[in-house]
């Protein structure tokens, strides 16, 4: 059974700051890793996806890495804003799963003004 | 707006009801899958429909099924509800299976009691 864990659970950052939620799978046959975000009570809105083959993708103020040797995904978030608070949901998708995504517990996060 | 409607958007039940939840994936997508969210946790994969015909089932019981109909809408039927059940379930539609980006709905927030 895969399985996907974010560290840390919960995070709180003044505006302005550099940051980088973590991610790290058991999966050593991941097709991609996707990186989510979701507002409170909300669906999920994709952010970043990165196929195996890929080392990293970057938008806007957002990049993303993915190490399939050491099972881990980074999302790096530059000069957080306040509207950037939400819950951030790393999920990946094995090769023999389909359309299958095993997600993380997420990470929260609070930037403060 | 990924496109995926979902609804109703909440819905409050008792033990031992049945409820049926539905979603309208994009035109063209012909994959749907569906995700269970308990509050604080990640998405948990329930099943998947390729063609009208279940493609992919998580570790969920048989009292959890579903429909795929030919006008890419969807529906998520749970039979006798138990409190557990209580959640946020998520559809998400993609153009195939190895579509490489699913889309989700705001999701249906249900409540058992």
């Known amino acids: 059974k895969q399985e996907v864990t974010q560290i840390p659970a919960a995070l709180s950052v003044p505006e302005g700051e550099n940051l980088v939620l973590n991610c790290s799978f058991t999966d050593s046959a991941i097709y991609n890793l996707q990186w989510f975000r979701q507002d409170p009570g909300k669906g999920l809105t994709s952010l970043l996806l990165?196929?195996?083959?890929?080392r990293e993708q970057t938008s806007g103020r957002l990049n993303a890495s993915l190490d399939k040797s050491s099972g881990r995904s980074t999302l790096y978030i530059a000069a957080s804003q306040p509207g950037d608070s939400a819950t951030y949901l790393c999920?990946?998708?094995?090769?023999?799963?389909?359309?299958?995504?095993?997600f993380g517990g997420g990470t929260r996060l609070m930037v403060k003004p | 707006e990924t496109g995926v409607t979902q609804s109703p958007t909440h819905l409050i039940k008792t033990r031992g009801q049945q409820v049926t939840l539905r979603c309208s994936s994009q035109s063209g997508h012909n994959t749907v899958s569906w995700y269970q969210q308990a509050l604080g946790q990640g998405p948990q994969f329930i099943f998947q429909y390729y063609r009208e015909e279940e493609n992919g089932r998580g570790n969920f019981p048989p009292r959890f099924s579903g429909l795929q109909f030919p006008n890419y809408s969807s529906e998520l039927n749970v039979n006798a509800l138990e409190l557990d059940d209580s959640a946020l379930y998520l559809c998400?539609?993609?153009?195939?299976?190895?579509?490489?980006?699913?889309?989700f709905g705001p999701g249906t927030r249900l409540l058992v009691l």
């Open positions: 990165i196929q195996s083959s890929q």
């Open positions: 999920a990946e998708r094995d090769n023999n799963a389909g359309n299958m995504l095993t």
């Open positions: 998400a539609s993609s153009l195939a299976v190895g579509g490489e980006t699913q889309y």
